[in-house]
């Protein structure tokens, strides 16, 4: 999963290098079209949008390729990354289980 969320440049948004920006009003600032603050506030919304974009589509790779016993852990975290955290975390305490297990059944 990792070699392909980076061939497509997501795997930023999961380890956390591609951080959320501020969230930008939907709504444009009073001002003059031509003024700073707006031509600010323009930038910075396409940012938050494009980060919007991409996180969803890491989030969609993410939850078209886990398990259905899996769904139930991610179904209410909001980005890339904590769904990323979670199943690593799930996913250790698993493999953790499975070995202390085999080495009980080799006692």
Do not use: C
């Amino acid at each position: 999963m990792k070699s392909a969320l980076q061939s497509r440049f997501l795997w930023l948004y999961v380890n956390g290098e591609e951080d959320m920006p501020t969230v930008v009003k939907s709504t444009p600032p009073s001002a003059n079209r031509t003024s700073k603050e707006y031509q600010s506030w323009k930038e910075d919304r396409e940012q938050y949008k494009t980060w919007l974009q991409m996180d969803s589509t890491t989030m969609g790779l993410l939850n078209g390729s886990i398990d259905s016993t899996q769904s139930g852990h991610i179904a209410n975290l909001s980005t890339s990354k904590e769904i990323w955290d979670t199943l690593h975390q799930i996913n250790v305490k698993d493999r953790q289980s499975l070995n202390v297990y085999a080495l009980v059944e080799e006692i």
